[in-house]
């Protein structure tokens, strides 16, 4: 099997390889060949299936854990600290970022397409590649989530190759498209950018890097880059949708291209904040001649993405819903698709992601979440940080005096089965494992 750019080397060791890009490149490597081990600090769905394919791995971060492997791929989540990454340092072994083995990956594509944003990067880009392989059908994606189809690496040709793009720590820039889609550029990642003014020079940088560019029409940074094209809800763009109708949450409208209205979209996914992200699947595939019967197909075919919007189950009768809003502004549009579903009370677990994030925006956390009247603020998940008070959940919760601070499994099983009627709706919302704490809740562990 072919040896994609390491041609001397067999045996490539993940350090945190199950997050879900780190997971899906990995997966990808596997495929070529390559013998692939990787650890992360505990278990889960991408590191299971990693495991089911033969791939192996270490629950724990040792320096034993290397053993013979030749290359070392780490992410930007990992401490300089980390034991295997210190070991891989003194055995001077290749030590790659994961933004630069996607460099790599993606260098042995015809067509590279990099889908950037603050918000909605892995529906968009989920949707451009089954847009792009039913045009095409030669078209490969890393996706940063969970596709109901192709999961979170799709290998399906080497024509197109379709991946998020991530503006952390400015890992998008080490990525070279030949076409780049930027959906937003709200302020996030300031612990690394500092002020609003380097955030968007990254994405000016990231916009002029490729050959062509489709920028959102609407957003007030990206629709002054030059010589790009637009996508938005208004007829002065290049791509844009008319005749916008809901369905209890899901969107439906007439594809405008340069003007002239083609075919009918019916969206298979919940909220208006899709509506951009199939447009901008439409520009990238109105760039590269596809027809437009073939791009209303494949958005009408999309499922959805885990985690994002998806229905879990019942508890105690009530839907349970997860998201992976972690941003005000994604929780604004969850909140809204949410509003549309017209079914008894609303129930809210948000789960803040990281002590910065929270800090750095919590004006807009407190603005966003103040009115909702059953609003459960659930342990901070830190990721990669240390604790800090003036960005924890329980903070962020005595700003909202309408709220219940929450920090155990036990005590959100007890309250919710006391409060819940079959009428209701949860959102459980957040990037952190909040997801993984409404699945047990749902099969029903003892707690």
Avoid at 24 to 35: D, E, I, Q, R, S
Avoid at 178 to 202: C, G, P, Q, S, W
Avoid at 337 to 350: H, N, Y
Avoid at 418 to 441: H, M, N, W
Wanted: aromatic letters at 10%; one cysteine or more.
């Amino acid at each position: 099997m072919r040896k994609a750019f390491w041609t001397d080397k067999e045996s490539v060791f993940f350090i945190g390889i199950g997050g879900i890009s780190m997971s899906g490149l990995a997966h990808y490597l596997h495929t070529l060949g390559f013998f692939v081990q990787g650890s992360d600090v505990q278990a889960n769905e991408q590191t299971a299936q990693l495991e089911k394919e033969g791939v192996r791995i270490f629950i724990g971060h040792k320096a034993s854990n290397l053993n013979g492997s030749e290359i070392v791929v780490v992410s930007s989540a990992i401490s300089d600290k980390n034991p295997e990454l210190m070991e891989a340092k003194k055995r001077n072994l290749p030590v790659v970022g994961r933004a630069e083995l996607l460099s790599l990956v993606a260098s042995e594509f015809e067509n590279v397409i990099g889908i950037a944003g603050c918000h909605g990067k892995t529906t968009a880009t989920a949707m451009c590649a089954h847009v792009m392989r039913e045009c095409s059908g030669n078209a490969s994606a890393h996706i940063g989530g969970d596709d109901f189809e192709f999961h979170n690496f799709y290998a399906g040709g080497n024509k197109f190759f379709i991946t998020e793009a991530c503006e952390f720590q400015g890992n998008f820039l080490k990525l070279k498209p030949d076409f780049a889609v930027i959906l937003n550029t709200d302020a996030d990642h300031l612990e690394y950018y500092k002020n609003e003014e380097n955030l968007l020079r990254a994405y000016e940088e990231f916009a002029s890097s490729a050959g062509g560019c489709a920028v959102c029409s609407e957003d007030r940074i990206a629709k002054k880059i030059p010589r790009a094209m637009t996508f938005g809800m208004g007829k002065n763009s290049d791509v844009s949708a008319e005749n916008i109708r809901s369905n209890g949450g899901k969107y439906s409208f007439s594809l405008r291209i340069q003007g002239e209205i083609f075919d009918r979209i019916r969206l298979n996914v919940y909220g208006r904040h899709n509506i951009y992200n199939a447009l901008a699947a439409a520009s990238v595939a109105c760039y590269y001649h596809c027809p437009s019967a073939f791009i209303a197909e494949q958005l009408q075919n999309f499922r959805g993405i885990r985690r994002r919007f998806e229905f879990l189950g019942k508890l105690c009768g009530a839907d349970i819903i997860a998201d992976y809003a972690h941003h005000p502004r994604e929780l604004a549009a969850v909140l809204r698709t949410a509003g549309e579903m017209d079914k008894g009370k609303l129930f809210v677990v948000f789960q803040p992601h990281t002590y910065s994030r929270t800090k750095l925006l919590f004006e807009d956390f407190v603005r966003v979440l103040k009115d909702i009247e059953n609003l459960v603020i659930y342990k901070t998940y830190p990721a990669r940080e240390y604790f800090d008070a003036e960005g924890s959940a329980l903070t962020l919760a005595e700003s909202l005096p309408k709220s219940l601070y929450i920090e155990s499994l036990r005590e959100l099983g007890i309250y919710l089965r006391c409060s819940l009627t079959p009428e209701d709706r949860v959102l459980f919302l957040g990037a952190g494992d909040i997801y993984y704490v409404a699945k047990q809740l749902l099969q029903k562990r003892k707690i």
